[in-house]
T-cell receptor, first 112, second 113 residues
Framework: GAGVSQSPSNKVTEKGKDVELRCDPI?????LYWYRQRLGQGLEFLIY????????KSGLPSDRFSAERTGESVSTLTIQRTQQEDSAVYLC??????????FGPGTRLTVL | GQQLNQSPQSMFIQEGEDVSMNCTSS?????WLWYKQDPGEGPVLLIA?????ELTSNGRLTAQFGITRKDSFLNISASIPSDVGIYFC?????????????FGAGTQVVVTP
C-alpha cells in the first residue's frame, strides 16, 4: 500500500500477557518511529530507528518494552507482562527526509 | 513530559469562524509540523515549516514558524464541520538528533453549524 500500515488495529489482552504490534512503513522510508497516545493526550515518543544506526530507545518507559526493525522494513513493538497502564493507542510513523513523518492508523491496545 | 506547550486545549466555534492555536517552548526549533487527527486514525500532516519567519498556507490553513524559533501558530479560516478533530504541533529541537520530534498535547476543535 501507499501508506504506513499497522496490525492489529485493535488488541485486547489480559494483564501479564505479552503482545506484539507490527508496523509496515512506507517503502523507501529509512526512519521509523513508535509513539504511545493515551486517551485524550498527545503523542509520547517511544523509539526511533534510522537506517543502520543504533535505535534511539530513550522514550521506552520500562524494560518491558522493546522494538526491533528488519533492515528498512517491518518493525515490531513488543510489550512483555502487560499492565493496565499500557492501555493506549500505539502509533507508528515513517519518514524518508527526516523533516516530516507519516503516521499509520495505530493499534488500540486494551489491557484488562 | 510535554516539551511543547500547545494552546488552547480545546475550542468550540461556529461554522464560518476563524480558528487560531499555537505552540511555544523554551527550546529553539529547526522544524515545525502541524498535524490533524480524526477519531480512530493516525495524525495527518497538514503543514511543514523549516525556516524562522516562514509563513505557509494549505487551503484555508496558514501556519508560521516564529521569528524566535521557539513558537509556531496555525490558523484555520472560515471553519467548516469537517475541520473537527485534534490538531497537534510537532517540533524538532536543534539539540535533538535529526529526525526526532517533540509533540504538543493537542488542540481539540469542535465546529457547530
Amino acid at each position: 500500500g501507499a501508506g504506513v500500515s499497522q496490525s492489529p488495529s485493535n488488541k485486547v489482552t489480559e494483564k501479564g500477557k505479552d503482545v506484539e504490534l507490527r508496523c509496515d512503513p512506507i517503502s523507501g522510508h529509512t526512519a521509523l518511529y513508535w509513539y504511545r497516545q493515551r486517551l485524550g493526550q498527545g503523542l509520547e515518543f517511544l523509539i526511533y530507528f534510522q537506517g543502520n544506526s543504533a535505535p534511539d530507545k530513550s522514550g521506552l518507559p520500562s524494560d518491558r518494552f522493546s522494538a526491533e526493525r528488519t533492515g528498512e522494513s517491518v518493525s515490531t513493538l513488543t510489550i512483555q507482562r502487560t499492565q493496565q497502564e499500557d492501555s493506549a493507542v500505539y502509533l507508528c510513523a515513517s519518514s524518508r527526509t527526516l523533516n516530516e513523518q507519516f503516521f499509520g492508523p495505530g493499534t488500540r491496545l486494551t489491557v484488562l | 513530559g510535554q516539551q511543547l506547550n500547545q494552546s488552547p486545549q480545546s475550542m468550540f466555534i461556529q461554522e464560518g469562524e476563524d480558528v487560531s492555536m499555537n505552540c511555544t517552548s523554551s527550546s529553539i526549533f529547526n522544524t515545525w509540523l502541524w498535524y490533524k487527527q480524526d477519531p480512530g486514525e493516525g495524525p495527518v500532516l497538514l503543514i511543514a515549516l523549516y525556516k524562522a519567519g516562514e509563513l505557509t498556507s494549505n487551503g484555508r490553513l496558514t501556519a508560521q514558524f516564529g521569528i524566535t524559533r521557539k513558537d509556531s501558530f496555525l490558523n484555520i479560516s472560515a471553519s467548516i464541520p469537517s475541520d473537527v478533530g485534534i490538531y497537534f504541533c510537532a517540533g524538532q529541537r536543534t539539540t535533538d538528533s535529526w529526525g526526532k520530534f517533540q509533540f504538543g498535547a493537542g488542540t481539540q476543535v469542535v465546529v457547530t453549524p
